[in-house]
């Protein structure tokens, strides 16, 4: 069973905040949001997590809402580079709980 | 830091023949994990180790596949006989306990397997 959901597919436009939401109503009291990225070709790419405040760190903005419900990964000034798939997971932070892929976001930033 | 390193980037062989794909974790990670990525099943995990030890290989699609560390610095994925379904790019990926700081994956190896 999926535990998230996220849009298939965006666009945004460069040098402009890229809002990408996720849906993870059945999140438990001890799951964290984590955001991965994997650029064409590259192995996945830790970004960012968070468990119920607002995370930031020098690639991105991680909100969560106060029901912890949904969450936004922001990435403040999209460049190209920032075209990818962006994947949202929850799980504890520990290892026994596998990291485990969804279909994520596909983001398309343009010039 | 060289980060998680996978050998070879590309590799080719037939049908039938043995595939053996490498990875030097992070130094002081002991964790390490293998994954899969094809376009019909997407990223799957494989198997993890955990201070070399296997703790969970339920995703190892069947016997012709294993997976060994024998010390901290290295470990393979081997595919015995390798098929044209196995065709994926394999990843490596490290981490500490708890994962603060998330995964760390390498390049990925492309395996073709004609």
């Known amino acids: 069973d999926a535990k998230t959901t996220q849009p298939p597919s965006m666009d945004c436009a460069e040098g402009r905040a890229a809002n990408l939401p996720c849906n993870h109503s059945t999140i438990s009291g001890n799951e964290y949001v984590y955001w991965y990225r994997q650029i064409h070709s590259q192995g996945p790419q830790y970004i960012i997590h968070g468990l119920k405040n607002n995370e930031t760190n020098e690639m991105a903005s991680l909100i969560i809402t106060e029901d912890r419900k949904s969450s936004t990964l922001i990435l403040p000034h999209a460049t190209l580079r920032d075209t990818a798939v962006y994947y949202c997971i929850v799980r504890v932070p520990y290892n026994t709980d596998k990291l485990i892929f969804g279909t994520g976001t596909r983001l398309q930033v343009f010039p | 830091d060289a980060g998680v390193i996978q050998s070879p980037r590309h590799e080719v062989t037939e049908m039938g023949q043995e595939v053996t794909l490498r990875c030097k974790p992070i130094?002081?990670?002991?964790?390490l994990f293998w994954y899969r990525q094809t376009m019909m099943r997407g990223l799957e995990l494989l198997i993890y180790?955990?201070?070399?030890?296997?703790?969970?290989d339920s995703g190892m699609p069947e016997d012709r596949f294993s997976a060994k560390m024998p010390n901290a610095s290295f470990s393979t994925l081997k595919i015995q006989p390798s098929e044209p379904r196995d065709s994926a790019v394999y990843f490596c990926a490290s981490s500490t306990y708890p994962d603060r700081y998330g995964y760390t994956f390498g390049s990925g190896t492309r395996l073709t397997v004609v």
């Open positions: 130094s002081g990670h002991d964790y």
């Open positions: 180790f955990n201070n070399n030890v296997p703790i969970d």
